[in-house]
């Protein structure tokens, strides 16, 4: 039987169980013979909890697939097929200093979107650039599926700046279909959206059911309140009927921190004075979790993880894995490379949108310009993005400051350079890129 080789950078991850359920669920399909879950040293502890619920999960199963634990990355990547990633580096702790320190200025922390996305990209990019240059020495034909937030843009910084294959995945396009199909009652598979842009900054402008376009009607129900577009990790405010009428696109709900973003900057604040930011929320939730991980009898994905945020990210993570590696020619919503899918960005840049999967990576399905409605903030969101990548990459102070001046959700240059100054100051250690003197 031919083996076939996955690893997960970040396997210490609570969200791991996801994967090894997702994985057990295709073995007919997709037969792992060897999972790796790699970590560091300061992952050891959770690495080992997470490592030994996978292994009940997969003895429970009865699938032959073998669950290897390393802190050691070149055991891990020799001869890999496919190379997952969830990392986060700095951990909870770096997240919820991204998040707090914008909300002093009134700016938005969110770990994506904003300030938090552009730093949390900062400390990640290196390290995935890093990854990269291992997969060159020890599996230079793996395909990586990075999961690691900011998605786009550290796709983006991969496909510029390595010669990995890869494509960058996000579970928000299937939540976005899951609800639709819950608001018509019918299975996911009978959705069929398009969507573009760029990711957690996506619009569906076509949703059809079986076949019959149904945009209009779910875009009513989208109005009058009877359709959900809130993610778990986002507060649920609505759009005002006629705002939804006017922009007839579904759009993801991270968009709601650009088309209400004062509510949310407020909603955010009041937060983190009360039940605290997401990241210290998301720190209770991981706590609860690893405390289940322990229960000796507990082998299965337990129904808790769902609070986690990142819902369906083993079905989304999966079945992109089992398409390429069954040339399936799937469609899928993946970040990859523009490539003249729409002449309304470079073709170089990474967005979002629906593309064929098969042994060969992601195709992407033309798309054309931009509705007029959505096209500026995407470019000027891409070029945020760009600026991001290039901070990260050189250490730039100049380029930094650039990036999160220009980014929508930042109102000013000085708070954008009060805010930067800040962040380098408490993320200096995992910040090997940038000089010690911030300017």
Not at 12 to 37: H, N, Q, W
Not at 100 to 128: C, D, H, N, S, W
Not at 275 to 289: D, N, P
Not at 303 to 321: F, N, Q, V
Request: hydrophobic share 40%; net charge negative.
């Amino acid at each position: 039987m031919q083996k076939l080789k996955v690893v997960t950078i970040g396997g210490g991850s609570s969200y791991t169980p996801e994967l090894i359920d997702g994985f057990i669920k295709r073995y007919a399909e997709l037969p792992v013979t060897d999972y790796y879950l790699l970590d560091i040293e300061e992952g050891k502890e959770k690495l080992e909890i997470v490592g030994k619920l996978a292994q009940r999960m997969v003895q429970q199963a009865g699938v032959p697939m073998n669950i290897h634990l390393t802190l050691d990355r070149e055991e891990a990547l020799k001869d890999a097929d496919f190379v997952t990633t969830q990392l986060r580096v700095g951990f909870l702790e770096a997240r919820i200093t991204d998040e707090r320190i914008p909300l002093k200025y009134g700016v938005l922390g969110q770990e994506t979107t904003g300030p938090g996305g552009f730093m949390k990209a900062q400390r990640t990019i290196p390290v995935l650039l890093d990854i990269c240059r291992d997969m060159e020495k020890w599996c230079p034909n793996a395909w990586l599926i990075n999961f690691t937030n900011p998605a786009g843009i550290v796709t983006e910084a991969i496909t510029r700046h390595s010669n990995i294959k890869t494509i960058g995945i996000c579970s928000g396009a299937n939540s976005m279909m899951m609800d639709i199909a819950k608001a018509y009652g019918v299975e996911k598979s009978a959705i069929d959206t398009r969507i573009i842009g760029l990711n957690h900054l996506i619009f569906a402008d076509r949703i059809a059911i079986h076949g019959e376009d149904k945009t209009d009607d779910f875009i009513n129900k989208l109005a009058e309140g009877s359709a959900n577009n809130s993610l778990k990790n986002i507060p649920d405010i609505g759009f005002t009927a006629r705002f939804a009428q006017a922009l007839h696109m579904y759009p993801i709900s991270y968009l709601k921190y650009f088309f209400l973003n004062r509510e949310m900057v407020e909603t955010a604040q009041q937060d983190a004075a009360t039940k605290g930011t997401r990241g210290e929320q998301t720190r209770e939730i991981e706590k609860r979790l690893f405390e289940l991980y322990q229960d000796e009898h507990l082998n299965h994905k337990p129904k808790e993880l769902e609070k986690r945020g990142g819902a369906w990210y083993s079905d989304t993570a999966c079945s992109i894995i089992s398409a390429i590696y069954n040339d399936k020619k799937e469609i899928h919503v993946v970040n990859t490379v523009n490539n003249g899918t729409t002449p309304d960005l470079p073709d170089h840049v990474t967005l979002e949108t629906n593309a064929v999967i098969d042994k060969h990576g992601a195709h992407p399905v033309a798309y054309g310009r931009l509705p007029v409605k959505i096209r500026g903030l995407i470019q000027s969101v891409k070029a945020y993005e760009e600026l991001t990548v290039e901070a990260a990459v050189t250490g730039d102070y100049d380029t930094a400051l650039l990036a999160l001046s220009i980014n929508p959700l930042v109102p000013s240059a000085t708070i954008a350079e009060q805010i930067l100054d800040e962040y380098l100051d408490v993320n200096q250690r995992y910040l090997p890129q940038y000089a010690k003197e911030a300017k």
